[in-house]
T-cell receptor
Framework: EAQVTQNPRYLITVTGKKLTVTCSQN?????MSWYRQDPGLGLRQIYY???????DKGDVPEGYKVSRKEKRNFPLILESPSPNQTSLYFC????????????????FGPGTRLLVL | QKEVEQNSGPLSVPEGAIASLNCTYS??????FFWYRQYSGKSPELIMS????GDKEDGRFTAQLNKASQYVSLLIRDSQPSDSATYLCAVKQPGTSYDKVIFGPGTSLSVIP
């Protein structure tokens, strides 16, 4: 089954304690992305990756890091979480984003709800 | 100025009625337009995509695009309680290295039985 998985699904942590949210896709997609979703603000892109070892900042990258060492995995790292990073996080993947007659849809993971105390 | 705007709602319609969801965008170079449905606590799922001016129908859903007015809408005919969800408008903008997808804040729809 084609899917994007995220772990953990729920996480409560304290300010300053480093954490990693994993994301994995089994569709051999080139493009992967992290979003955060907050009430009234919609989905905002944190980081994206166009392929292995190619990552770049989205609209709200402050306080986050990512890596793309393998095509299937795209972990999101919060080195020193703060309460303003309390949010719902989604990982997404798609085959590509350029050069297609009909742009590829993004497949979203189930989401990770993070609470930073 | 927000790049993709939607009425936040909530929009309430009776069962069987037509629900009309609207979205405006600011970048005239935008090429592709999407509607996602998101149930509470769940991930977004794509329900419609549209690329050229006019209407596109898929079952009870019709997407309408007017690039001159920078306006895209979603009509849901014969609304059902199961359609109650938040609907996200997304716009794909061409970029130098990749095409960026911008999401609107979403419109909450409630279908009353």
């Amino acid at each position: 089954e084609a899917q994007v998985t995220q772990n953990p699904r729920y996480l409560i942590t304290v300010t300053g304690k480093k954490l990693t949210v994993t994301c994995s896709q089994n569709m051999n997609h080139e493009y992967m992305s992290w979003y955060r979703q907050d009430p009234g603000l919609g989905l905002r892109q944190i980081y994206y990756s166009m392929n292995v070892e190619v990552t770049d900042k989205g609209d709200v990258p402050e306080g986050y890091k990512v890596s793309r060492k393998e095509k299937r995995n795209f972990p999101l790292i919060l080195e020193s979480p703060s309460p303003n990073q309390t949010s719902l996080y989604f990982c997404a993947s798609s085959l590509s984003t350029r050069g297609l007659a009909e742009p590829e849809t993004q497949y979203f993971g189930p989401g990770t709800r993070l609470l930073v105390l | 100025q927000k790049e993709v705007e939607q009425n936040s709602g909530p929009l309430s319609v009776p069962e069987g009625a037509i629900a009309s969801l609207n979205c405006t965008y600011s970048d005239r170079g935008s090429q592709s337009f999407f509607w996602y449905r998101q149930y509470s606590g769940k991930s977004p799922e794509l329900i419609m995509s549209i690329y050229s001016n006019g209407d596109k129908e898929d079952g009870r859903f019709t997407a309408q695009l007017n690039k001159a007015s920078q306006y895209v809408s979603l009509l849901i005919r014969d609304s059902q309680p199961s359609d109650s969800a938040t609907y996200l408008c997304a716009v794909k903008q061409p970029g130098t290295s990749y095409d960026k997808v911008i999401f609107g804040p979403g419109t909450s729809l409630s279908v009353i039985p």
